[in-house]
């Protein structure tokens, strides 16, 4: 009997023990707690039949096939693959980090200096991969529009729409064309209420990549708006 009792306490003394070792510490400040965070910025997952992405619902799940810098030419276009767009003088090369996008050819240039955050535009060529989910010029526009306004460049996005969208064709190779207005509230930036993006996705003939053309320029800002139109009506397939 005294052996059984015996037994019987030394397990509870194991049992304490145990809880006072594994039993949350209020008052440890430095105990780690689920992450609230949200990335920025936030908008809603990629659906085909959605509306443009908006602020404060979930990150967008693009693709991240891995992003790669194209070849760099000196014909004048900007190529990747079987698209290329003309150069716009006096821009900078300058590949953007896409992970959704392949082999980028771009050019970038400097709107307004400001820290932390600066603003640019944007002119570029790359390729969206079958594998990454891209099916069709149509719906990889809308695909490659709404991760575009997801990213990272956009880090103070507020809201997006649709202005239009239509066929695109070129070289008797069919496209699709989306304009979107993203808007952005960036304290250091006052002035800068957002940017005007061009998606131009086309269907060079190959089965596993077609062709992207992006660009972007801050809304208001004719003169770039005018450069970026010109470079977006050059697109040719070979």
């Not at 707690?33 to 085909?48: G, H, K, L, M």
């Not at 003939?205 to 450069?227: C, E, P, W």
Request: hydrophobic share 35%; charged share 15%.
């Amino acid at each position: 009997m005294r052996a059984v009792l015996g037994a019987l306490v030394v397990i509870l003394i194991l049992v304490l023990v145990g809880w006072l070792i594994l039993r949350p510490d209020s008052g440890n400040s430095q105990m780690a707690q689920p992450d609230q965070n949200s990335s920025t910025p936030t908008v809603s997952s990629w659906n085909e039949k959605s509306s443009t992405p908006s602020a404060g619902s979930s990150v967008v799940k693009c693709p991240a096939g891995g992003s790669s810098p194209g070849s760099t030419t000196n014909d004048g276009r900007l190529r990747s693959g079987r698209i290329s767009a003309a150069r716009i003088s006096d821009w900078a090369d300058q590949t953007m980090s896409m992970p959704w996008v392949r082999n980028i050819s771009s050019q970038t240039e400097t709107v307004y200096v400001s820290s932390p955050t600066s603003w640019m535009s944007v002119s570029g060529v790359g390729q969206l991969a079958a594998a990454d989910g891209f099916s069709d010029p149509r719906t990889a526009a809308r695909m490659m529009t709404e991760c575009f306004a997801s990213s990272q460049y956009y880090s103070g996005y507020t809201g997006s729409k649709v202005v239009s969208q239509q066929e695109f064709d070129r070289n008797g190779h069919t496209g699709w064309w989306v304009r979107t207005e993203i808007d952005v509230s960036i304290p250091n930036l006052p002035q800068v209420r957002g940017d005007v993006v061009d998606v131009v996705v086309m269907d060079t003939g190959q089965s596993d990549f077609m062709g992207v053309y992006f660009n972007s320029a801050t809304i208001g800002d004719s003169a770039r708006q005018k450069l970026v139109d010109a470079a977006r009506e050059s697109i040719q397939v070979s």
